[in-house]
């Protein structure tokens, strides 16, 4: 049996040495030692991404019968360049997604390439565009996306790529088209075949997963801006005529098509249905008949499980208190079922990848007290054998179950969240912090959460609100949004904290409030709204002012989007924390790094600035190259361990 052992781990990719002294910090701060992993089509090599120092990591190749060390192949410094993933294109050629946060004209925005690679790192090339000889007239900065990795074809994938038009002087040879197309490339000599050409509006091709477009997306604009709507076409089987499909809202009214089944002839999709979102398929046929594939009745469908080289769908994704696939391949569903069977302590299972034929499947299982580990199921053999963890460094390390619990909202409502209780096994009176998610269109769920369990091994009491705001449960549930409708999304992550002290598990002077993103929002938000609740604040990559959120997407296509859904009105002045820095009376520690595209380091500069005006204690801790996700293990293990020196402080 091959398993990747842990001294390899340790050593050979920049996972953090075990010390006789457990660094909880640097443990659970670290990055995840696969942040990635593929199978070969045939099934005979993993490919994976592994993190080395700062933002860097590494791309490993090793064979599944153990015949051979993982091997290097190739690896970026982080500095911007960093990995997003690695897939096979062939059973000798890897693509790479490299991707760094990079500043034009002042504006931060992400620039993509993708390279191809032989398995031991050999013949490297850059897929780029066959340009003309002209000036570029835009910024090129999408190096394209594979939509489809198994067009007919060994060798070749098909491509969506971005066109930027070129100016010339004496010469025709400039390239004149713009737009987003696909197109068919050979991933060892650069050829490529135009399949579908460049459309400036275009914004999304779907394949059937066999090399033919079967639909394309069109993202409606106004005045350079896009509006948030997104219209549909498909092609019947055989024929390159577009016919409508649907129309998609801002508020994810119509169908939303996410994959093609070519053997049924139909795409499947989402769409909102009596104020929740459904799974259903449309028939391409020309009939467009309609059916319901699955819907829950307390909560939204999140998306679908695929499988394979064709991101065959076989599932539909949704969450109630532990997330759920609602399998619709039944051999799918009773090899699912029978892993968690065989593992019962691993009740989250997915397929992360799988071998050309699907003999050989890619499997991560893991729970909430388990961060994660890889299996190689082969169902011919019927053999599962263990590959990698996702966290060696934390496999000998206590961790603190997570229970789902719901508390009572000042209204009355119930309000589900996440509770985790100290390691030590203490349950009353102890120190204890409401972490309150990011989004706000987004939700906590069961399973491993390395903020939660450094600060449960740290003695804390943690717990996760799925406050009113919270994506996932239907539309009555998100409200406006947690910015729109921040009294009721606050005044839940509020009595979030109440709950706590009345059911004896926080110390009311030791309650505390820590959130990132738009939690690091509703952590200071709460502060201000109730000064006396919590103790001390922290406060990562957070929102303070929600006119500058509005103003610093200026510069963005969505831009439209962001206004809309943050709102005009009175909320804006009172939903906004650095505009009332003054009634905050508990200490603050904030976090950001420097290259946040999501929310810009200005908002927490300009909440430190307001704060030790009103004379509140406060700190600010700022990542110089470092993004939303402060993805460096170093940082985050100095985040760690700042954070629970503060929380801890008399």
Known sequence: ???????????????????????????????????QASLSPDGRRLAYVSPTRGQASAVYVVPID??????????????????????????????????????IDGTLTVSTRIAAMDHDGGNMKVLSHTRGTGDLLGYDTFGGSVIDWNPGVDGKVMM???????????????????????????????????????????????????????????????????????????????STAWQPLSSVGPDRTGFDPYGVDPTLDIAYGVKRVDGKIAAFSLALDGTLGEKLVFAHPAVDVSGFARIGRNQRIVGVTYSTDVPSVEYIDPGIARLIQSLQ????????????????????????????????????????????????????????????????????????????????????????????????????????????????????????????????????????????NGFQSW?????????????????????????????????????????????????????????????????????YSNYQEIVRFVGSGPHIEEGSPARHADSIKAPVLMFHGTLDRNVSVYHAELMQTRLKAAGVQSELVVFQGLDHYLEDSDARTQMLRKSAEFLKAP
């Open 66 to 103: 153990g015949s051979a060390p993982p091997k290097a192949i190739a690896a970026v410094d982080g500095k911007p360049e960093r990995v997003a993933g690695c897939n096979w294109a062939s059973n000798t050629r890897l693509l790479c997604t490299v991707f760094g946060v990079i500043s």
């Open 341 to 480: 069977k065989a593992m019962p302590h691993l009740p989250l299972v997915r397929v992360v990848d799988s071998s050309e034929d699907e003999s050989r499947l890619l499997i991560w299982a893991g729970s909430d007290v388990d961060s994660g580990r890889l299996f190689l199921f082969d169902r011919t053999a019927k053999s599962l054998q263990e590959l990698a963890l996702s966290r060696p460094q934390l496999e000998k390390v206590k961790l603190a179950p997570m229970r789902h619990i719901t508390y009572r909202a000042a209204d009355g409502t119930m309000i589900p969240a996440y509770l985790t209780l100290p390691t030590d096994g203490a349950t009353k009176n102890v120190r204890a912090i409401v972490l309150p998610h990011g989004g706000p269109g987004a939700r906590d769920d069961w399973g491993f959460d390395w903020l939660t369990q450094f600060y449960a091994s740290q003695g804390f009491a943690v717990l996760q609100p799925n406050f009113r705001g919270s994506a996932g449960y239907g539309d009555a549930w998100f409200q406006k």
């Open 487 to 555: 009294r009721v999304a606050i005044g839940d992550v509020n009595d979030a904290g109440r709950w706590l002290i009345k059911e004896g598990i926080a110390d009311p002077s030791k309650l505390s409030i820590l959130g990132w993103s738009y939690g690091g929002y509703a952590a200071l938000q709460s502060a201000v709204s109730e000064p006396g609740l919590f103790k001390r604040v922290v406060a990562i990559a957070p929102v303070t002012d929600l006119d500058r959120l509005k103003s610093e997407n200026q510069n």
């Open 160 to 238: 969506m790529r971005q066109y930027v038009p070129e100016s010339s002087t004496g010469t025709r040879l400039a390239q004149t088209e713009q737009g987003i197309g696909v197109d068919l490339v050979d991933v060892s000599t650069l050829q490529i075949r135009a399949v579908e050409q460049p459309s400036r509006d275009a914004s999304e091709y779907i394949t059937d997963g066999k090399g033919t477009v079967r639909l394309i997306g069109r993202s409606a604009s106004k005045d350079y801006y896009t509006t948030g709507v997104r219209h549909y076409s498909y092609r019947r089987a055989g």
């Open 1 to 35: 049996m091959l398993r990747l052992s842990l001294v390899t781990a340790l050593t050979c990719c920049g996972a953090p040495a075990l010390a006789q002294q457990f660094d909880a910090a640097a443990a659970f701060g670290a990055r995840e030692y696969v942040e």
